[in-house]
């Protein structure tokens, strides 16, 4: 093999390892920082992974927020109409944030099948709801509306 062309396929085969590596690594670097969604049904069903970080959505439950008088956790169900997850939160709640409304909750699930969130998201506005959310609901609800009390945007 002339050594010019032996110099350029060792250049070649080098950049092709090199760029391996680099995508490799960029991956591996990623893969803690997915946050996945799952709606209630797929928790309760013990689809969803313990002690990683994922995202919750659907329907704040009616009668099911508990704030604490010591600080400022606050305790409340989420639902999809299939399944409920109990989800605690310690921190300031969105302005929006209320029973019967659309929330999206990004924590970890815990061994015991509560949700410790992180973070906590509302809708923004009347017919605003996540497209995850909006996914997860579809056709449920107590009157057949895809979105709950919203209705279809």
Sequence with gaps: MHPIRKQRLTIALLVVLLSSAAVGLVGYALRGNINLFYPPA??????????????????VVEGSIVRSGQDLTTHFDVTDYDGTVRVSYTGILPDLFAEGEGVVASGRLSADGSFSATEVLAKHDENYMPPEVAEALEGKGPDNRPYGKGGKS
Excluded: F, S, Y
């Excluded at 797929?42 to 329907?59: H, N």
């Design 42 to 59: 797929d928790i309760v069903a013990g689809k969803a992974p313990m002690d990683r970080p994922i995202r919750v959505g659907g329907m």
